[in-house]
């Protein structure tokens, strides 16, 4: 026991230490403690949590260390620490959603993937930042303060999953659940160096999630590794009876698909970046990418991309409109509870006319088919970037709800939006650093093709250490 809690067992993946729980070669209650002296020195400099709640926790790590020595069954997750956005909402606990207007909210039942999560074995540590009502792409809360890069505090992390993607980059938690409206699971693990899926629509339950836009809203891991995503993935995915929007479609085994060779497989490589401008040290970071690919035996296939940004602006016009009808009636009643950045945001979508939003929605299909017709039938998966330029910093970010916002906003999710308008699976994987702040390509397949992405993110991962890098910050905490 001693030489193990001797290793930076809070570096491990999250199927090791579970593996290492279940063996009796360290407890659940030693993981939890360690993971709680953990948050107690970086909480104060990366502000990623909501909410703490470290006897809970210990609660029930005992518990799981009691059925393994009862030699009960216990789940693949048996005692590994998570935190969750504070947006699943969980009975009778505060969910704040990162906004004043629910800070005393206590929803009356528990999030489906929380209970799945639950049963199998994993403790949840508390509630993680997040973006106010997880809108804004920069990670910024001015109820809840910002959220902290631990590559560089002085640098977002990428919302709106913020906490999520600091905390695990931080090695505070083993993986963290998000949310995907517009990019907000892909950002932040882009920008904290880690993986993260958005699903197909259906794949994964939304009930007992906050709803924001109810057209293109996915939940999602963040984790260290695309293995530890797609296992995670693995337990949250499925058809669920209270969301009548999941699939019934069987899920795949998500972990074999990490163990498969990606030899002659096919990876659509844009010609060019469908008009958005891409960082160069970001796109030298691609071309890396891309290298490792081929040496693995994949062929490379040029393609031609749509219009990105016109994909993103039919996109803003459904999760705006669909925003606005949730928030019509605390715009007009409690104004001066949202931030101006949000409030901005939100009401932009009071202006939509019905007109412009219908017909966007009646296009999804016809634009999703000629993507299909003219990317992923020449291809097993795009590649693409997830985010066109490095992590900004907070200050230069922080720029409220003033001229420069569009063009922010573009910067950060002009490559992750037109997939939620699509309705297409996209993963996250890091791809090297610029400037010690990392950067990261996204694999987008076919509808329900996550089993894809795992196998060629996760051979990426094999060929190369991006994702076993540490920030100092966390390595100096042990």
Known sequence: MAQILGEDIWNWELTRLADAIRRRDITAVEAVEMAIRRVERLQPRLNCFITFEPEEALARAGAIDDRIARRETVGPLAGVPLAHKDM?????????????????????????????????????????????????????????????????????????????????????????????????????????????????????????????????????????????????????????????????????????????????????????????????????????SLAVYRDLGVELVEVDIPDQPEMSHLANLVSRSEAAVRHRAWLRERPGDYSDQVARRMRLGLHVPATHYIEALNARGRHLAEFVAAVLDKCDALHLPTVAVPAPTIAES????????????????????????????ALSVPAGFVDALPVAFQLIGRPFAEAMLFRLGAAHQRATDWHERVPSLAADAA
């Open 88 to 288: 699943f909402y969980r009975a009778g606990r505060i969910s704040s959603c990162g906004s004043a207007l629910r800070r005393e909210f206590r929803p009356g039942y528990t999030a489906n993937v929380l209970q799945r999560l639950e049963a199998a074995g994993a403790v949840t540590l508390g509630t993680l930042n997040m973006s106010e009502f997880a809108n804004g792409p920069a990670g910024h809360n001015v109820h809840f303060g910002d959220c902290r890069n631990p590559w560089n505090p002085a640098h977002v992390t990428g919302g709106s999953s913020s906490g999520s993607g600091s905390a695990v980059a931080g090695r505070l938690v083993w993986g963290a659940l998000g949310s995907d409206t517009g990019g907000s699971i892909r950002i932040p693990a882009a920008l904290c160096g880690l993986a993260g899926l958005k699903p197909t629509p259906g794949r994964i339950s939304r009930h007992g999630g906050m709803p924001l836009s109810f057209s293109t809203d996915c939940f999602g891991p963040l984790t260290r590794s695309v293995r530890d995503c797609a296992v995670l993935t693995q337990i949250i995915a499925g058809d669920d009876p209270d969301d009548p929007t999941t699939s019934d479609r069987p899920v795949p085994d998500y972990p074999a698909a990490c163990r498969a060779d990606v030899a002659g497989l096919r990876l659509g490589v844009p010609r060019d970046h469908g008009g958005l401008e891409v960082d160069p040290a970001v796109e030298r970071a691609m071309a890396a």
């Open 398 to 425: 922080d720029i409220g709800s003033g001229q420069a916002l569009p063009a922010l906003l573009l910067k950060l999710t002009g490559f992750t939006r037109p997939m939620n308008y699509l309705g297409l699976p």
